[in-house]
């Protein structure tokens, strides 16, 4: 299991309902990002964890998203009363180190109805 | 905000011609990586290659060459010998000031045909 891997796959969820998004990082690497990305766009920036720290949740949208990584390596990312505008992949990456490059997971197709 | 900007959404090429990707960027920061990535339908993002600022050398992996021209804060992305498995969405980006996330551009997206 060389790579960043995320599940699930695909997320079809009704308006209104609880998500959560599992990414589980390259083994030592210690910067941990989600992102966004809708149709057509560019990857957007959600969050970033040093460790077990968000030392950057800037990204987020509003508070009805939030993520956690516990003991510094799984990460889950939970969208509460999720909404149509939710709809999009998201991705997560990993880095040894903060700047470093960023290896990314195959990403969630998330689609709410 | 920083920006990166791609100002090609899409572009054609035939197998074994030479194509080349644009990408612009702001940033105040002196040193820093900028990288391209490659996106394939199956949506993996994959590093294709990087560039450090502070280097004036122009970065190269095999086929894949950029062009860095740091005062005009310009990154572009050469495919030599075009294949048909470098069909995909190529992304560029830079990092954000504070190091914590990547920026990306808008995309282009390259078709090679036979």
């Known amino acids: 299991g060389a790579g960043v891997s995320q599940t699930p796959s695909n997320k079809v969820t009704e308006k209104g309902k609880y998500v959560e998004l599992r990414c589980d990082p390259i083994?030592?690497?210690?910067?941990l990002y989600w992102y966004r990305q809708s149709l057509g766009q560019g990857p957007e920036f959600l969050i970033y964890f040093q460790g077990t720290g968000a030392a950057d949740d800037s990204g987020l949208p509003n508070d009805r998203f939030f993520a956690v990584r516990p003991e510094g390596s799984v990460s889950t990312l939970k969208i509460q009363r999720t909404e149509r505008g939710d709809s999009a992949v998201y991705l997560c990456?990993?880095?040894?180190?903060?700047?470093?490059?960023?290896?990314f997971g195959p990403g969630t197709r998330l689609t709410v109805l | 905000a920083q920006t990166v900007t791609q100002s090609q959404p899409e572009m054609s090429v035939q197998e074994a011609e030479t194509v080349t990707l644009s990408c612009t960027y702001d940033?105040?920061?002196?040193?820093?990586?900028l990288f391209w990535y490659k996106q394939p339908p199956s949506r993996q993002m994959i590093l294709v290659i990087r560039q450090e600022a502070y280097k004036q050398q122009n970065a190269t992996e095999n086929r894949f060459s950029v062009n860095f021209q740091k005062a005009a804060k310009s990154f572009s992305l050469k495919i030599s010998d075009s294949q048909l498995g470098d069909t995909a969405m190529y992304f560029c980006?830079?990092?954000?000031?504070?190091?914590?996330?990547?920026?990306f551009g808008k995309g282009t997206t390259l078709s090679v045909s036979s």
């Open positions: 990456a990993s880095s040894l180190k903060r700047g470093n490059e960023q290896f």
């Open positions: 980006a830079s990092p954000n000031q504070a190091g914590t996330a990547l920026i």
């Open positions: 083994s030592g690497h210690t910067a």
């Open positions: 940033t105040s920061e002196n040193n820093y990586y």
